[in-house]
C-alpha cells in the first residue's frame, strides 16, 4: 500500500502539507522500549527547516504529540500514533498549481491520479513535510538500535559538483553541515549559496553507514537489505539513485577488484575491503552496511518556467513564489537515517523468527 | 516475504541450483489471459546460457512445465504455478564452499543466516538460475502488458568502462549482444574477452525503458514506481545500484536544468526532457519509464582468492572451478525486461482499483 | 500485524482507553468519495454509551477530528487519518487490575504478552471504545457501499435464551433496540434489566445481512467472503463465534435440504433458499450475505469473582466497580455493521482488478 | 490474496482437481527443522479418500514430491515447494458444468468470478481435493509443534443430529473413525449409510483442540487466534460456521457463569473452566485453544436437483454423476488440525519477534 512500510514493523505516514494534522502509525514495537524524548526533539530539529542560512525561513514546530502505544515513556506493545499539528493550514498561497502543475513536483501526477480530487495545497501527501513523521519513527527506531550496538552515521557525499570524498567513520550529527571534509562543507555552502542567489536550486548525494549489525540481516531475493532499504529510500522525496557499497562504480571493476576477500581479525571474520557494502545476496556480512543516494536538485526555484494549463491545455509561464530551500540535501541527512533505521530495525525484528531456540532443537 | 513480490500479484520464486525443480506461483493475474508459450521460450532463451562466446557453455533446458493456473493456454484465475527441472542435481561440485566461502557469493552470509543449515549446492537459492522463473512470470506480464500497448525495451549501457550512449528507443531483444550503438557492442564484447582470457570477469549497467505508460500509475511514498521496481530489481542477484531518469548525474544539475518542463503535443501533454524518468511523486507522467541498474563483476573467477575456512576459522587460498561467464550482464538483460514488467503489471492492477466508475458517482 | 485489516483498503486502529486519543487511519480508498459527517454521526451514536437505560451511563463525546485524507468533504486519495480524544485519561480506578486480572478480560494475556508493560488501564488497546474508530471506518465504508446500490442491515437475533426469529429484511437503525420483532426486543430488555439487577450480565447473537451484492465477490480459499468477514469480526471484543447462511445448522441437514437450488427470476440467476448465505466457494452469488455473530456475556459483572495476584502468584477475590454495561449486545450492533461494510467493501475494490477491460482483449 | 495465507509464514496453495498437479509453496519455516517423511505420509492418509467404507472409492496417490527449500531431511531456510501429480487429469467427466452448476458447488460462484475462463473440470482451484497441500504444509508444521511441547487434537464432534459429547482430551488420529465416545461413532457412521444408501449426504461439526500452547500467543484486534484460526479454517471447504470455546452457547449464559475465574495450579496460573477456549482478547491463556468448525452436507448428491443453464437462462434439472463422499467430516478431520497447527505455528513465529532479549534492555 502506498504509503505504509515494513514486514515485521508496520510504519503508516498519513497527511498532507496543509491538512490539520501530519504523522505516523508504527505498529510491530515490542513493548517495554525506552523513549528518550529529549533525544528524538533533538534529532526531529536536525530536519526541521531554518536551522541555517541555507534553509528556508519557515518556522514549523515539529513537537510531536504522541496519542497511543506509550505507558509513560515505554511502548505498551500496541499501534504507536503521533502527530504534528499544521500551524498554517488551507493556505491560498498553493491554488494556482491545481490548474498549472509546477515542474519536477507531483503536481501533474496527482491531478492524473486522484482525477482532481488531490489536496494540492503545499504539495499535499507529496511534500517534503511528511518526511517529518518519518523521521519520528526513524529516531524511535536508532534509539532501539543503538541500545543494540548498532548506529546509524551519514554526511552529505557531494552538493552539485562538490564532492566529500575523506572517509566516513563517525557521525556528523553534531556539526551544522553533515561532512566529513570540512573544507568541502564549506565550498558546497558556497555553491548553494550562489544557486540561491540565482533563484536557482542544487542537488546532492547522502552516505549513510549502519555500523555494528550483526551478520545474517536479510533475505533472499526480494526481501534484500538492498531491497528493504530501496523499499523506504525511495519513499523520500527527491531520491533519483540509491547504490550500495562500490555501486556503479562496481561495474566498472573487474572480479578480481570487486571482490572482497575474507580474513580472520579478533577472531571475526571480516572482509579486506567493503566493496558490497556489507551484503551478499542480500544478506549482511557483518562489515558496515553502506548506501549512498542521489538527491535531485529541489524543484521549487524562483526562475520562471514552462509549464501547460492542465484545464485549457494551452502552455503558461509560471513563477513558483514562497519560501524555499535551495538545496533539501542538509536536511535530508536525517531523514536517510531514519529511513535505515527503520529498514534494519525490521530486518532485525525479522531475524529474531529465525533463531533456534535451545531447547526446541 | 523473502521470496516473494507484489501487492497485486504475488508473485513466488522458489528452488535451489541443485534442487529436483525452480519454479514460481504468480497470483493475481485476472482470469482470460492468453499465453503465447513460443513467444515466452523465446524470451527465456534470450537469458539461457551456452548462447554465446562470451556465456558459460553449461547446458540448461530452461522449458518449463506449467503445473496449475491455466485451462489450455489461458489463465484462469488462480494461482499460476510452473517448473522448471534441475537436471544435474546434488552435484559434488560445490561440497567445499560449505566451509571455504567463496568471495562475492552470499556463500558466507547464507551459512550465518541458516546456522549452517543452508543448501550450498550451486549457491542454493542465491543461484543466478533463479532468474529463470522470475522471467517466466515476467515474460508472461510482458504478453499481458504488449497487448495494452506497454512494451519493455531495455540494452545494456555499459561494460566494464566502455558505454553505450546512443539513445535507447527500440528493443534490442533480436540482437545477440543487445546494445544499441554495434560498434560499441564490439568493444564490449572484446572485454569481456579479454577478461575471461586472463580468469577475471567484469559487470557493466543496463538501460531499461517502459514505453506506453498511461500517467497515473504508482502509488506516493513507499508505492512509488521507483520503489516498486527497485523491490523486484534488487532481486536479481549482483544489482548493486539503481537510478531513474538523469539519476545520479541529477544530483549534479540545478534545479534550472534538471526540471522537465511541460508542454502540449497532439493534445497530450508532455515534459520536453525526462529527467525525471517518466516519474514525479512515485507516480508516471506518461512519458517514458527509464531506469539503469549497475550489475557488479561476476564474482566467480578462476583467479586464486583469499577467503577463510569457517570451521577453523583460518585463512585458506581458494579457486572457483567449472565454468562460469566472465560478464553475467547481457544475460541479464531479459532478466531485468522481466522485473521491470512485473512491477509494472503489478501497479497497472492496482491502478484499477482506483478508477471511477461511472455509474457510481 | 495486529490492528490492522484489509488487503485492498488498509485500515489501522490505534489507541487504548485511556491513551490522548484514540483513532484510525484507512488507506485505499479512492480519491473523491464524499462523506457525510452528518449521517457518520448519527451513525456512531448507535453505538455511543448512555443511549439506553440497558447501557452504561458514561458520557463519551465520540465526535470524530478528521487529520487527513481530505479536501473538504471529499476523500483526496491519500491515507485518511481520524482521532477521538480521550476525556477522563489516565485514571486511577484500573490500576488494582494491573496485579489481580478480572476472569473474562485481557488483563492476565495483555500481562504475558507485553511482559507487564502493557498498558492496563480501563482495559489499554482492548477496550471495547477501541470500537469507536472501527466504527469511523465503517461508517464511512458503509456511505460509499449505499452509493453503489450495496446495504448493510443488522438485528439482535438474541440476548440468553430470548430470540428473534421474524426474517431480517430491512434496517433496525432507527430503532431504540435494533430487533425485528418487537415483542421479542421487550424480553430482551427486561432479560437485560433482570441480570442488571442481580450484578450480572448477559450475552448474545447479532445477526447481519449485506444486500445489494453483485456475484463474484471474493476469492478462493483463504481469501473468502467468510475469511474476509472472520477476519475483522473476531476482531469486535466479545465475538466468540461466527456462522453464515444456515451455519452450524447447516451441520444438522442433509445435502438435499441444504443445496441451494437456482432458479431464474427477472432475467437474474438466483437460488430458491440461502443456506449457503450468498456465498459458495467463498465468492458471492448474488443473494443476501448473510451471517452470525456470537457475543459473550460482558465479562464486567459487579458480583465478586475468584481471581489471582499475578505478583504473589495466590487467590484473590475481585470485585469490578464502576458502571458497566449489563449487555453489550445492542452496541455491538452497529459495529458489526461497521466490519461487514468493510470487509465488503475492501473485497469489492479487489473485484475491481479483476475486472476485463473491452478494449484490452 | 485469494490462496495465501500467513503472517511470519507464506503458504500458498495452487493447482486444479485436474490440473497436472497440486501443491503449496511454504515460506518462513526457519532453517534447520527436520521433517519426518514417513509421519508426514501416514498423516496425509488420513485425509486420502477410499479408506473407509463411508468414503470416495477413487484412489489418489497423495505422495508429495519436494521440489524445494530442504537438504536431505531437514529445512534450508527458503520456499519449500512439495507438489502432488493429479493422475487423471482434464477428465470430460465435468464438462456439464460449464452450463449447469452444481447447486452447493462453486460452479456457478467461479463462473461469473472469472468470467467463463475457469477450470471447471472437477470443481477446479475450488476442489476438496486441494485440502491435500494444505495436509502438506499442516504435517509439518504439526512435526516442528510437538518437538515444542505442542500437540494439535481433534475428532468429529457431531455427524448430523449424532453428536459424541465425551470430553476431548487425547488424540483420536490412530481411530479409523475418529470420535471419543465409540458408541456415537457407531451411530454416525449408521446415519452416514442411510444417506449413502438415499442418495444423499451429511454434514457435522469437529472440535479440536490445542495442547501444550504458552500465554501471549496471538495479536489483538484483527490479529487474535481466533481471526487467525478463521481466517485458515473457513478456507477448508464446507465450512461454514466457526466457534471459540463456549462459542454460541456463550451467548446464552450469564456473565458470572461464563467468565473463567483465576487459580494456581502447581505454581502456575490456570483457570478453573475454559469457556474461552484459552483465548482473551485475541491472546492464548495457556490453557487449551478450542474450536469447533461446522461442515456443512456434501453438495455432491445423486438425487435430482434443480438448476440452470447458465447460456441460456432456462431451468434445468441436473443430476450429479460419479462416485463422491456421502460425507466429507471424517476425512475433514486432519485437515482441520493442518489448518490450527499452521496458524498456530505462524503465531509462534510471531511471537518471537516479541520476546525481550536480556542483554538488550
Known sequence: MSSSYGENLHLTIFGQSHSPAIGMTLEGIPAGEQIDFEALQRFLERRAPGRNAYSTARKEADAPEFLSGLREDRTCGVPLTAIIRNGDTRSKDYAPFSAVPRPGHADYTANVKYFGFQDYAGGGHFSGRLTAPLCIAGGICLQILHRRGIDVISRIRAIGD?????????????????????????AMQAAIARARAQGDSLGGVIECAVLGLPAGLGDPMFGGMENRIAGIVFGIPAVKGLEFGAGFAAAKLRGSQNNDSYTVKDGRIETRSNHCGGILGGITNGMPLVFRAAIKPTPSISMEQDSV??????????????????????????????????A?????????????????T
Chains 1, 2, 3, 4 share one sequence.
Not at 311 to 340: F, N, Q, S, W, Y
Not at 344 to 360: C, P
Request: aromatic share 4%.
Open 162 to 186: 562538490v564532492e566529500d570524498s575523506s572517509p566516513l567513520t563517525a557521525s556528523t550529527a553534531e556539526k551544522a553541515f553533515p561532512t566529513v571534509d570540512e573544507a568541502a562543507g564549506e
Open 344 to 360: 534494519v530495525y525490521d530486518a532485525l525484528l525479522g531475524r529474531k523468527k529465525e533463531l533456534r531456540e535451545e531447547a526446541w
Open 309 to 342: 494549463n492542465l484545464e485549457t491545455l494551452t502552455e503558461e509561464k509560471l513563477r513558483v513564489g514562497g519560501r524555499h530551500d535551495p538545496c533539501i540535501v542538509p536536511r535530508a541527512v536525517p531523514v536517510i537515517e531514519a529511513a535505515a533505521a527503520i
